[in-house]
């Protein structure tokens, strides 16, 4: 723990802090929209422990709230949750092992992800993603059982803006890797083709689609390969 | 609560398979060595998701447009971000924006 302390410096902590704070705050709206919907107030906390995924929670609660059959329930929590194979063969290096390695794959979501990918060297890489990870583990199943607590008091967290936090904390971190241009173009694709989906496809799958960008990436590494003279047919 | 243990076995199942994804890429990765450029790829993906996720949480809601105020408030975030401003400048700077816009009546 202390060298993880000392890893990182006082602005990273501070950014870290920073987003596990506003995840507390998401958490908040999402216990209070769970208890509203008919959940018992440990309902939220449980599942936000246990899922630690947010998109695919609020969707979960939203689906039984409406009526909709639990099984239904879970396959559209699953859908949400599958970009987590991607993100898991991004990042293995940071989860640790052994009975370590469990819980550092539990601690596995959107911004522990991109903390760790924005960092520099695989010892801050690893500090980040822990510290972020184990701040969110707290963080968020406490919001929902503050918001479950005060129930309808929050329940309108629209207006103070606070669904603006969340694609705001993840743009700003994924910002310094889009410099690179091949990243930046085929990254744009991979929205274009998202965000056209989202009309028809159901939650999960359009982020999932964007992938389909990925031959963009290829093509321009595999043309600067060729410039270098490296072999360009052995891939995979 | 209605259907109080079904629902909780959902949740439960739901639990499991979020850890069994979560531990695909992991398993996966500890058997197979990727080459460089494979690997590289793979970083690669993780961030078109992760635009992707900011793109359609910033600009979505269900099937449909957002309304206005959540994408100017991210993308008043972003420019901030990309100025090299703070990060907690930014993350204020995103929820106030459309906050203020909302209270102006614009949705």
């Given at each position: 723990?202390?060298?993880?302390?000392?890893?990182?410096?006082?602005?990273?902590?501070?950014?870290?802090?920073?987003?596990?704070?506003?995840?507390?705050?998401?958490?908040?709206?999402?216990?209070?929209?769970?208890?509203?919907?008919?959940?018992?107030?440990?309902?939220?906390?449980?599942?936000?422990?246990?899922?630690?995924?947010?998109?695919?929670?609020?969707?979960?609660?939203?689906?039984?709230?409406?009526?909709?059959?639990?099984?239904?329930?879970?396959?559209?929590?699953?859908?949400?949750?599958?970009?987590h194979v991607p993100f898991g063969l991004a990042?293995p290096?940071?989860?640790?092992?052994?009975?370590?390695?469990?819980?550092?794959t539990?601690?596995?979501?959107?911004?522990?992800?991109?903390?760790?990918?924005?960092?520099?060297?695989?010892?801050?890489?690893?500090?980040?993603?822990?510290?972020?990870?184990?701040?969110?583990?707290?963080?968020?199943?406490?919001?929902?059982?503050?918001?479950?607590?005060?129930?309808?008091?929050?329940?309108?967290?629209?207006?103070?803006?606070?669904?603006?936090?969340?694609?705001?904390?993840?743009?700003?971190?994924?910002?310094?890797?889009?410099?690179?241009?091949?990243?930046?173009?085929?990254?744009?694709?991979?929205?274009?083709?998202?965000?056209?989906?989202?009309?028809?496809?159901?939650?999960?799958?359009?982020?999932?689609?964007?992938?389909?960008?990925?031959?963009?990436?290829?093509?321009?590494?595999?043309?600067?390969?060729?410039?270098?003279?490296?072999?360009?047919?052995?891939?995979r | 609560?209605?259907?109080?243990?079904?629902?909780?076995?959902?949740?439960?199942?739901?639990?499991?398979?979020?850890?069994l994804l979560r531990l695909a890429g992991p398993a996966l990765r500890a058997r197979v060595t990727f080459?460089?450029?494979a690997?590289?790829?793979l970083?690669?993906?993780?961030?078109?998701?992760?635009?992707?996720?900011?793109?359609?949480?910033?600009?979505?809601?269900?099937?449909?447009?957002?309304?206005?105020?959540?994408?100017?408030?991210?993308?008043?975030?972003?420019?901030?971000?990309?100025?090299?401003?703070?990060?907690?400048?930014?993350?204020?700077?995103?929820?106030?924006?459309?906050?203020?816009?909302?209270?102006?009546?614009?949705?």
């Amino acid at each position: 723990m202390r060298s993880l302390w000392k890893t990182l410096d006082r602005t990273q902590w501070r950014d870290i802090a920073l987003v596990c704070l506003a995840v507390g705050v998401i958490g908040l709206s999402y216990g209070a929209i769970a208890v509203t919907s008919g959940f018992a107030w440990w309902f939220p906390v449980l599942m936000g422990a246990l899922v630690l995924a947010a998109s695919s929670e609020f969707l979960f609660v939203g689906i039984i709230a409406a009526g909709g059959s639990p099984i239904a329930a879970v396959l559209a929590g699953l859908l949400v949750n599958a970009r987590h194979v991607p993100f898991g063969l991004a990042v293995p290096d940071v989860l640790g092992r052994g009975w370590k390695g469990l819980i550092g794959t539990h601690l596995m979501n959107d911004e522990t992800v991109v903390f760790a990918i924005a960092q520099d060297g695989l010892p801050r890489k690893r500090a980040a993603y822990w510290a972020c990870g184990l701040g969110i583990l707290i963080c968020w199943p406490a919001g929902a059982a503050l918001g479950a607590l005060l129930g309808s008091v929050v329940h309108d967290t629209d207006a103070l803006g606070l669904d603006a936090m969340f694609p705001a904390v993840i743009l700003a971190l994924i910002l310094p890797a889009l410099k690179q241009r091949e990243l930046r173009r085929t990254s744009l694709a991979g929205v274009v083709l998202a965000l056209v989906s989202t009309a028809f496809l159901p939650a999960g799958l359009p982020v999932l689609i964007a992938l389909a960008a990925l031959p963009l990436f290829t093509a321009a590494a595999a043309t600067q390969g060729a410039d270098q003279g490296t072999d360009r047919g052995a891939d995979r | 609560m209605k259907n109080a243990v079904p629902t909780l076995i959902a949740m439960l199942a739901l639990a499991g398979g979020t850890f069994l994804l979560r531990l695909a890429g992991p398993a996966l990765r500890a058997r197979v060595t990727f080459p460089e450029r494979a690997e590289k790829l793979l970083e690669a993906s993780a961030i078109v998701l992760l635009a992707a996720l900011t793109a359609t949480a910033a600009l979505t809601e269900g099937h449909g447009f957002a309304g206005l105020a959540r994408p100017i408030g991210v993308a008043v975030g972003g420019v901030l971000a990309w100025r090299k401003a703070p990060f907690l400048l930014v993350v204020l700077a995103a929820a106030g924006t459309a906050a203020l816009l909302r209270l102006a009546g614009v949705r």
